[in-house]
């Protein structure tokens, strides 16, 4: 066993156990054993019990998010009195105030990252079992939780023809050829567009201003195009199985995301603005946003309050005086 599968084999056998554990749960309420979909509602069931543990990781996401949002205008003037400087000194003293303003406020770049780090050895994980499904049916083992008996239904079950275990780029056993091309492809593309709306949402509702102006989103927008690039040239290579998971993640995310944005908006987001407004509108008091300094919040709600005022206003018809005879 080399180095990786050690590290590995902890997260195979997690990944295993949460899989059986649906399965056994499903085929004791009727649904059959060795039916794909059963198989398939296992691993979504899998996404869920992932994903919920991660809630309270997101939270702190969200909060590191804010913090570095309100740090840009901090961060512009650090970079302005450091400009032209490239001395080794003014890049090490800019540094070490970077990391103080960061440690002051309780964030940093990568917090946006740390859902999707904690998730890849999950990830990676399931990879292995669907991979090894077959090679394991031949030997007669087990993966990890999943017994010989279990490994074999595994292997031989499908959906729309196509078996869990197969990939776009190595097909399957058994299965056939081109409902694994369909699926696999239309998967892909469900992994890839889910993933690029929630990038591309959070960027055209629920960022303010200055956080589009600065550096850092200049990287993000970059990586708004290359991660699902990424995931889909190497969804040719997962199996239909781990193209389920990921695409099912991507939607929970992209749920996850749509809440945010509409209940705790970013401050001075055009989706911060809209809440105001929606509240305004039904006379409720402006809520205290995540994040947001109280004279942000203050100034928003009163500009959200002057909008709805505006717009209800009628424009009264004025009278034509009239030239006396």
Known sequence: MDFF?????????LVSIIMVGF?????????????????????????????????PVFVKQIKAQRGMQLLQPDLKKLQDKYKGKTDQLSRQAMAQEQMAMYKKHGTNPFSACLPMLIQMPFFFALFQVLSGISNAKTTGKGIGALS??????????????APLSASLLHGGAGGNDVAVWVLSIVMILAMTASQFITQKQ??????????????????QKMMLYILPLVFGVGGINFPIGVLIYWTTTNLWTMGQQFFVIRRMPTPGSPAAKALAE??????????????????????????????????????????KNRKRK
């Open 202 to 219: 959070i960027m055209a509702k629920n960022m303010s201003e200055e956080a589009m102006a600065s550096p850092f989103m200049r990287q």
């Open 5 to 13: 599968e050690t590290i590995m084999f902890p997260f195979k056998w």
């Open 278 to 319: 929606r509240r305004a509108a039904k006379g409720l008091p402006s809520l205290p946003l995540m994040g947001a300094k109280k004279a942000d919040a203050e100034a928003e709600a009163e500009a959200a309050a002057a909008a709805v005022a505006a717009k209800s206003q009628r424009v009264q018809p004025q009278r």
């Open 23 to 55: 399965h056994d749960g499903l085929s004791a309420i009727g649904l059959p054993a060795a039916n794909g979909w059963t198989w398939t509602l296992s691993i979504i069931g899998l996404v869920l019990v992932i994903r919920a543990a991660l809630i």
């Open 148 to 161: 010989h008996d279990q490994v074999v239904q595994f292997d031989e079950s499908s959906i729309f023809g």
